[in-house]
């Protein structure tokens, strides 16, 4: 399945599209500052230069506004671009918008946009940075 093209803000300022990028790893996470999201962010964020050397891009995605991502980034020393699908867009487009307005916890693996990995329902947040780095060749 091809990722959809969707503009998003990233807590820079910068409109991203993550489907554009040759490789891409693009995890969705519900809330900003959670205890679940948190670990994950920062296990995502210790692993970045492993995905890096093997070409891969990272963005983390969630509904939260820019601010709050702005926020979230700075607190944790985040090194990749954190993106706001605010109004719930690529989150509805991908089936993972949930009733309250987050997006489910999902782990996508890109290459050339096209989908060639899907985590989720793994037993604790953190593990999807490991998961990822494992499937990501």
């Known amino acids: 399945m091809k990722f959809p093209d969707v503009e998003l803000t990233a807590h820079t300022g910068e409109q991203?599209?993550?489907?554009?990028?040759?490789?891409?790893?693009?995890?969705?996470?519900?809330?900003a500052f959670t205890q679940?999201?948190?670990r994950e962010t920062?296990?995502?964020n210790e692993l970045y230069e492993?995905?890096?050397?093997?070409?891969y891009e990272v963005f983390g995605v969630s509904t939260d506004s820019v601010e709050t991502l702005k926020k979230f980034a700075?607190?944790?020393g985040v090194k990749?671009?954190?993106?706001?699908?605010?109004?719930?867009?690529?989150?509805?487009?991908l089936g993972i918008l949930r009733p309250t307005g987050t997006a489910e916890r999902?782990?996508?693996?890109l290459n050339n946009s096209e989908v060639v990995h899907v985590l989720k329902g793994l037993k604790?947040?953190?593990?999807?940075?490991?998961?990822?780095?494992?499937?990501?060749?």
């Open 80 to 93: 990749f671009k954190l993106l706001s699908d605010k109004d719930g867009r690529l989150s509805s487009q």
């Open 74 to 76: 700075e607190k944790y």
């Open 16 to 31: 991203i599209s993550p489907a554009k990028a040759p490789k891409t790893v693009v995890y969705f996470f519900p809330k």
């Open 124 to 137: 604790s947040a953190d593990q999807h940075a490991d998961k990822a780095l494992e499937l990501a060749k």
């Open 36 to 38: 679940g999201c948190t």
């Open 106 to 109: 999902v782990t996508y693996i």
């Open 42 to 44: 920062i296990r995502f």
């Open 50 to 55: 492993k995905f890096a050397e093997r070409g």
